[in-house]
């Protein structure tokens, strides 16, 4: 029978700083999308303390609804304690931890204004325009899945392009991400 993956459990410390007062900050595991802690912004801070895989991927947001635009700061789970600003949306700590934060950052700022604009418009008015934005949301992908092509030469010798996996599978698809693997360019 084949031995199950051993996984290392590592503790993760997280301080934060938000304008946020008296708002909940979640903590989640974004290797499956679940919340694992939450807390109140209090006197413009934070903090999170546990345990979690090594390297799982992790963010924190102040809102779990998908229908509630907000930025989610991410950061991987690397022995070092991250201290997460959520008012400029930048994480101190590990190098890689601060570059995965502004690669992220670099990636999906080219959808916010987007994305702004479909929530200031009505049903009537998306379904009216819908030819125009899919076009505009098809460009913006582009130079989206461009970006994670870079980062994937960039930074190949770590974990960060794991975080822009959904990014590379749209451009290129599963054969070619399985390929990317089988070579060593994504740490998994």
């Not at 190098?95 to 990636?107: A, C, F, H, S």
């Not at 030469?153 to 599978?169: D, G, K, Q």
Request: include cysteine.
């Amino acid at each position: 029978a084949d031995n199950p993956a051993i996984v290392e459990i590592m503790n993760y410390s997280v301080d934060g700083i938000s304008d946020s007062n008296g708002k909940t900050v979640y903590l989640k595991n974004l290797n499956n999308e679940t919340c694992i802690d939450s807390t109140i912004v209090t006197d413009g801070k934070f903090s999170f303390q546990g345990s979690l895989e090594k390297y799982a991927l992790m963010g924190v947001c102040t809102s779990l609804r998908e229908d509630d635009y907000h930025w989610e700061v991410i950061f991987f789970n690397d022995e070092t304690p991250v201290t997460v600003n959520l008012n400029d949306s930048t994480v101190l700590g590990s190098p890689q931890n601060v570059r995965l934060t502004i690669y992220d950052k670099e990636v999906e700022c080219l959808s916010d204004d987007y994305f702004f604009k479909l929530l200031s418009m009505t049903e009537e008015e998306i379904e009216a325009n819908k030819d125009e934005l899919d076009k505009e949301g098809e460009e913006i992908l582009k130079k989206q899945i461009a970006i994670v092509d870079r980062i994937y030469i960039e930074e190949r010798e770590t974990f960060i392009p794991v975080a822009f996996a959904y990014f590379y599978l749209t451009g290129h698809g599963i054969e070619a991400y399985d390929e990317l693997q089988k070579e060593g360019v994504i740490i998994s």
